[in-house]
């Protein structure tokens, strides 16, 4: 397949870091708190959890042993299993191009609020104004964005090994201490428990379908599902490390993460606004407007709050990395160039791309595209509609033309495919379906037609 030889992660620790470095990002950490507070709480965590362990295994199962069975990121793995299915490489690859500089406009923010937290800024970052003032700037944004992008760039440059590797091995350490001290500190603070109780504790009348499609939409985003991310780190992964444990262990990581976010935001939030709900609903404002708030409230709420986006911080910059990586590592095999020319041309597409994303805040505020601002138009066409597409003929692909056993085999390299039948199941008859109706209804939705 390859001639060069590929460089690859060392050993199992390295693969599962990285990758879970990948899966835990903005969306573990602002997405699913908010979405678990505006589903019901206790029973939005419980179908997640239900869907993770079957729905989430099978998909990452699969496109792992895509990648370390053909050893290619996305495009080659397709192709050289059957090339009338290139074009999924192809509409795979499109996905981290567009979601990397919008992603980092976003982590350009978190480094701004972390300066603003050390810099003794906090009581700012509280005021009503503060976020609105901040991102409708020229200059300011787009530096923060370039800054992280550029550190992005820089890791990614040092390669798989010494660089993601590393990176993730001293980073994800950090976030997990991180995460479980806040969340303690936050289940700690007095009248917290309500809010404890609201978001563990399932209320099954709460239950509906559209419970389980935001979590099915909020799975595939929190796991790097769907666009060749974990296809291209499966092909750096050695044959002798188990698959199978390998993705139980990403998928503790990242719903973990996820899990402790939740405890982290919504007892304090619940504190903060007297014991609703509703504060949380939000959406996208609740990290960069109601958590400042909360955090001047609080006892210590500064250094909370320092720790809070550095921990944000992190785990944006594995997650923009893992982006990164996918499409450098796609031109470089599909262009036969260095990693170092791969580099710059991404990162210049990034900057022009992040460009428009920033100042459609700003001076091009005007500027939309179906309705939408940039930012939201590049993350509607890539989460909502060419993931799930992806998704779906990945499915079709695995389950019907190289078949599943293609996969099992694979797995099996490693040691026993414990979960076989059900992952058989779910590729080849529940995730399609499951898929397709994610498509419909994100559609519907954005369009206005029917509100999830
Ligand atoms: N999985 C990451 C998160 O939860 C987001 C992400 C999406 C990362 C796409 C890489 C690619 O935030």
């Known amino acids: 397949m390859n001639n060069e030889k590929r460089s690859g992660f060392t050993g199992k620790i390295g693969f599962v870091l990285a990758a879970a470095g990948s899966a835990v990002g903005l969306g573990n950490i602002w997405r699913f708190p908010y979405l678990a507070a505006k589903y019901g709480g206790g029973i939005f965590l419980l179908v997640y959890i239900l869907l993770a362990v079957t729905f989430g295994f099978t998909l990452m199962i699969a496109e792992i042993a895509l990648g370390r069975k053909t050893g290619l990121s996305a495009i080659g793995a397709f192709k050289s299993l059957n090339k009338k299915y290139s074009f999924l490489g192809y509409l795979a690859a499109l996905i981290p191009a567009i979601i990397l500089p919008y992603y980092s406009v976003i982590g350009g ?19 009503d104004a503060f976020f609105g003032g901040f991102i409708s700037q020229t200059g300011e944004p787009v530096m923060w964005f370039m800054i992280f992008l550029g550190v992005t760039a820089l890791i990614v440059l040092c390669g798989v090994e010494k660089g993601i590797e590393k990176v993730s091995k001293f980073m994800m350490p950090v976030l997990v201490v991180l995460s479980m001290f806040i969340a ?65 262990q990403i998928e503790l990581f990242d719903t973990g993460i996820a899990f402790l976010a939740g405890l982290m935001i919504i007892p304090a939030v619940f504190v903060f606004s007297g014991g609703t709900p509703e504060a949380l609903g939000k ?19 500064t250094y ?28 470089c ?35 939309k595209i179906i309705g939408l601002q940039f930012l939201d138009f590049f993350d509607f066409i890539s989460n909502s509609v060419l993931m799930p597409i992806v998704a779906f003929f990945t499915c079709i692909f695995v389950g019907y033309v190289i078949k599943p056993k293609a996969i099992a085999d694979e797995v099996e390299l490693s040691g026993k495919f414990k979960r076989k039948a059900l992952f058989t199941f779910v590729i080849k008859y529940l995730a399609p379906v499951c898929i397709v109706l994610i498509l419909v209804s994100s559609v519907l939705d954005a369009f206005g037609i029917f509100k999830i």
């Open 109 to 127: 923010w978190v480094t701004k609020y972390l300066y603003e937290f050390i810099a003794g800024g906090a009581g700012e970052t509280a005021k």
């Open 184 to 248: 303690i500190y936050s289940v700690c603070m007095p009248g917290a428990m309500a809010g404890v109780k609201y978001y563990i504790m399932p209320d099954f009348s709460k239950f509906s379908a559209t419970t389980v499609l935001a979590a099915m939409g909020q799975l595939f985003y929190s796991m790097s599902l769907a666009m060749g991310i974990m296809i291209t780190y499966g092909s750096y992964m050695k044959k002798e490390v188990s698959l199978e444990s390998s993705v139980t």
């Open 283 to 301: 959406g996208p404002s609740l990290m960069f407007v109601t958590l400042p708030k909360v955090f001047e409230s609080m006892a210590g709420g």
């Open 304 to 331: 909370i709050g320092i720790l809070f986006f550095l921990l944000v911080l992190l785990a944006a910059l594995t997650s923009s990395i893992s982006l990164m990586e996918t499409v450098v590592s796609i031109l």
């Open 333 to 367: 095999d599909k262009l036969k160039i260095g990693r170092k020319l791969s580099c710059l041309i991404v990162f210049l597409i990034s900057v022009a791309l992040g460009l428009l994303s920033s100042l459609g805040y700003g001076i091009w505020a005007e500027v």
